[in-house]
């Protein structure tokens, strides 16, 4: 890829990751820390594609390590997300903002 | 297999990408945040599904057996963790994340020899390894398994100063020789960075610092993209990179504080909420 398509992707990627997040409320700050955990997770891919390339026993067991510790941050990211998100259905009304990350916090409706 | 054309491999991509944009999206309100989970999971299976499908993969069944074994590993943990936990599982899974990354990006310096990849490496490597390290002392914290006040000592400054310049100069000897020795120091000195990183926050602020880790982690995927030259990791790690910046600012000042007096104020002599 040419650096000046690179640069391209990424200076527009920031700019939708500032904008996308730009207005939560605080008492979504940890679910979604927890999604956004998640979503880099994604090395997974990068993970899978070096130890599907490498035939070097000490060098794929570096990779397989990397492959199951990335699966972990993906999979227990998504699971961790949506059962903090559950915990939110069929709550009362939160009383007052909890401090963000202090325990999960709550969704008023 | 190479089932997928490089066309199609990359429209693939795109639908992920597009998948996690709208998961950062549903998350930040709350009518829409459990399907914005569930569409981020979404794009994260399609795109590990075209991985198996658009490069020639050597050794898939240790593969898949490794998959099984971290999601076998996470996924009881993420179940049965109580919800006070939960800001110190984000945390682990944050770490694992990081490290995972670093060991991509060592991996690859023995395939290139271009100076622009290089330095994505150690960037890769030293943001990973910062990242992997920081979140396993804010788990420990959270957990109450070592103090959760600032853990200060005299000369704390000049220690994460030498650190911070000796895993620079290490950086640049990897850099230019592409050694291993000088890789393995590099790792070494970026867990130790992260470790000073977090040993004088409080633990009331700990959950900001994860919060910003996270975006550390994301900022070490992007890096990763370029080394692999994988567009999706550039998008996905820029992504996150990007929303963390701005979610840990905006718990930062949730809490009515600042970000650099949550990790520089022990140093200034200043105190942290602990």
């Known amino acids: 890829m040419d650096p000046v398509t690179l640069l391209t992707v990424v200076v527009l990627a920031v700019f939708v990751g500032f904008e996308v997040v730009s207005k939560v409320t605080s008492k979504l700050h940890t679910p979604l820390m927890s999604g956004a955990n998640a979503i880099h997770g994604i090395i997974l891919i990068g993970a899978i594609i070096v130890a599907g390339q490498t035939s070097d026993p000490w060098l794929l067991t570096v990779a397989i390590i990397a492959v199951v510790l990335a699966t972990a941050n993906m999979v227990g990211g998504f699971v961790v997300t949506d059962r903090m998100l559950e915990m939110f259905r069929g709550r009362k009304p939160a009383k007052a903002d909890t401090p963000a990350g202090a325990g999960t916090g709550e969704v008023a409706k | ?274």
């Not at chain 2, 569409?39 to 050597?58: N, R």
């Not at chain 2, 593969?63 to 049965?80: C, E």
Request: aromatic share 6%.
């Open chain 2, 1 to 274: 297999m190479s089932v997928l054309t490089p066309e199609w491999t990359a429209l693939l991509y795109l639908v992920s990408a597009v998948c996690f944009i709208l998961a950062l999206k549903g998350l930040s309100s709350p009518r829409h945040a459990r399907r914005g989970n569930l569409i981020g999971s979404a794009g994260a299976l399609l795109a590990v599904i075209t991985v198996f499908l658009s490069v020639k993969l050597d050794n898939i069944p240790l593969i898949l057996a490794a998959i099984v074994v971290g999601s076998a590993i996470a996924v009881p943990i993420a179940r049965k963790v109580q919800m006070t936990q939960m800001p110190q599982l984000v945390g682990g899974f944050n770490g694992v994340g990081g490290g995972a990354a670093a060991l991509v990006a060592v991996l690859e310096l023995g395939h290139n020899v271009d100076v622009w990849v290089r330095i994505a490496i150690v960037f890769t490597m030293l943001v990973g390894a910062i990242s992997f390290s920081g979140s396993a002392i804010t788990v420990l914290k959270l957990q109450e398994l070592m103090t959760t006040r600032p853990v200060l000592f005299p000369g704390l400054r000049w220690v994460m100063s030498i650190a911070v310049l000796a895993s620079l100069a290490s950086a640049v000897l990897v850099v230019v020789t592409g050694s291993w020795i000088w890789a393995v120091l590099l790792l070494i000195l970026g867990l130790g960075v992260g470790v000073l990183l977090v040993l004088p926050v409080g633990g009331a602020d700990v959950p900001i610092v994860i919060s910003l880790l996270n975006a550390f982690t994301g900022i070490a995927v992007a890096a990763s993209g370029i080394v692999l030259e994988n567009v999706l990791l550039l998008v996905a790690g820029t992504l996150v990179g990007a929303s963390g910046t701005i979610l840990t600012m905006a718990m930062a000042k949730a809490m009515g504080r600042g970000v650099t007096g949550i990790l520089f104020g022990a140093f200034k002599g200043g105190s942290t909420a602990g």
